[in-house]
Every structure is written in structure tokens, then in C-alpha cells.
């Protein structure tokens, strides 16, 4: 009898977490980069087999140096989050370049 319930728990958590991972997430609008700071939106940095995985990278909107760089990995346990809209950009107008990335 409890492993009928324990089962039956199992299939209903399952059945929920498989409803939102069917429900289409809103994008939030991508923000405009800081001042002085450029975006190049979309740079493919693999492809494996199921779709490219890209990046964002902020740099400086003049430079005439190598830049240190900084990775940014958003969060959300490999189930929300995105590269777009990065809190670290900023640092971009500070003489760093920052690689936003999107990550499977």
C-alpha cells in the first residue's frame, strides 16, 4: 500500500514538472548595453548535436589593448536563465570584455 502511494507521487511530480517545461516561457526585451560599452549579440562557441550554444560579448566601445575577460554563467539550474541582459556588463566600461554565455 505505501509504495502504491510513494508510485503514484512519483508519477504526479513528474506529470507537473513536465507541464512547465511544456509552457512556453516570456522573453524578457534584451536591454541596451551601457554607455560607452558595444554587444556582439550571438556568437556561436559550439555546436553540438542538438543547437549551437552562444554568447554575448560586451567589450569596450574603443580599445587599443587585449582586454582581461570575465565569464559570465547566468543561473537557473539548467531550466531558466539566459545570456541576454547581463548584470556584469557593466564592467565592460571599466577595460574588461565579458562573455555572457548560454549553456545547456
Not at 58 to 72: C, E, G, H, M, S
Not at 87 to 99: C, D, I, R, S
Request: hydrophobic content about 45%; proline content about 10%; charged content about 20%.
Amino acid at each position: 500500500m505505501k509504495n502504491r502511494h510513494f508510485f503514484s507521487a512519483i508519477i504526479l511530480a513528474g506529470s507537473v514538472f513536465m507541464a512547465d517545461a511544456a509552457t512556453p516561457k516570456r522573453q524578457k526585451p534584451v536591454a541596451d548595453p551601457p554607455p560607452g560599452v558595444e554587444v556582439l549579440r550571438n556568437l556561436v562557441y559550439k555546436e553540438p548535436f542538438i543547437r549551437p550554444l552562444e554568447l554575448d560579448l560586451y567589450r569596450p566601445a574603443k580599445f587599443d589593448r587585449n582586454l582581461p575577460v570575465v565569464i559570465w554563467v547566468h543561473g537557473g539550474g539548467w531550466l531558466n536563465g539566459s545570456k541576454d541582459n547581463c548584470p556584469a556588463a557593466w564592467l565592460a566600461a571599466e577595460g574588461f570584455a565579458v562573455a555572457s554565455i548560454n549553456y545547456r
